[in-house]
């Protein structure tokens, strides 16, 4: 079993700033891949960034400049620090993981994800 627990989703005005940080618990062998994703009502769920098990990180066009994702692999986290947010940023904001786990003395490989965090923009 593999937890990803988020925080840090506010109410903030457009031009501020927010870090969302979204931490992984279990039985965790290794971590590959993390992302950052959001929905809106309506809408697919949005690819935001992403970052290997060795720190390359890709971007969505309309983050890019402005996100910044980033992982600390000895505490299993990773964070999106967003700056100069704009009311098109307001969603639920979703992190997942590819991790290789133990279960049952059995290492498996599987996508886990966060229960979400609202990040409203708004004056």
């Known amino acids: 079993q593999v937890r990803l627990v988020q925080s840090g989703g506010d109410l903030v005005q457009p031009g501020g700033s927010l870090r969302l940080s979204c931490s992984a618990s279990?039985?965790?062998?290794?971590?590959?891949?993390m992302g950052w994703y959001r929905q809106t009502p309506g809408k697919e769920r949005e690819l935001v960034a992403t970052?290997?098990?060795?720190?390359?990180?890709n971007y969505a066009d309309s983050v890019k400049g402005r996100f910044t994702i980033s992982r600390d692999n000895a505490k299993n986290t990773v964070y999106l620090q967003m700056n100069s947010l704009n009311p098109e940023d307001t969603a639920v904001y979703y992190c997942?993981?590819?991790?290789?786990?133990?279960?049952?003395?059995?290492?498996?490989?599987?996508?886990?994800w966060g229960q979400g965090t609202q990040v409203t923009v708004s004056s």
């Open positions: 970052v290997t098990s060795d720190g390359n990180t």
């Open positions: 279990g039985s965790i062998i290794v971590i590959y891949g």
């Open positions: 997942n993981a590819n991790v290789k786990f133990s279960h049952l003395l059995i290492r498996r490989t599987g996508i886990s």
